[in-house]
């Protein structure tokens, strides 16, 4: 299976945009999809449908974040919740530890946990205003 592909909804229906154009970029990406489109407590979902904009701590400048997915679902008490969703490796989601030596790879790691964290704070404002909820999962919570 690759890495990268075009996924197809078993129910169209729940998806929130143009469900023939789902693309997943990490099988961690993928295994979510599924969730999201078997799952009976998913009400509807989208890819890369939110887009919110973020100032880079690396050029000062405005950008678009495509947070990964939003989901309404149904809570235990039977209510309607909105969640915006982030996917990524945690190891890309705690600050890189300080080095001995300056490598090109920490330079890296340091500019990735910028762009990251500036992303992450302008999502969760953007749910905070809407009544909605921001979240990273990580491949701990996606391979249980």
């Not at 149904?74 to 909105?82: H, P, Y």
Request: proline share 4%; aromatic share 12%; with cysteine.
């Amino acid at each position: 299976m690759s890495y990268k592909g075009k996924y197809k909804p078993s129910n169209p229906k729940k998806y929130l945009g143009d469900c023939t154009k789902i693309i997943y970029r990490s099988l961690w990406e993928r295994r979510f999809m599924v969730f999201c489109d078997n799952n009976e407590s998913v009400v509807s979902w989208g890819s890369e449908e939110v887009v919110v904009p973020y100032i880079s701590p690396i050029d000062g400048k405005r950008h678009r974040y495509f947070v990964d997915f939003i989901t309404e679902t149904i809570n235990k008490e039977g209510s309607r919740e909105v969640t915006l969703i982030e996917v990524k490796p945690k190891a890309q989601c705690k600050e890189p530890k300080k080095k001995s030596r300056t490598t090109r790879r920490y330079l890296t790691e340091v500019a990735r946990w910028g762009v990251n964290s500036a992303k992450w704070e302008a999502a969760t404002r953007y749910a905070e205003k809407r009544g909605w909820k921001f979240k990273i999962l990580t491949e701990d919570h996606l391979l249980k």
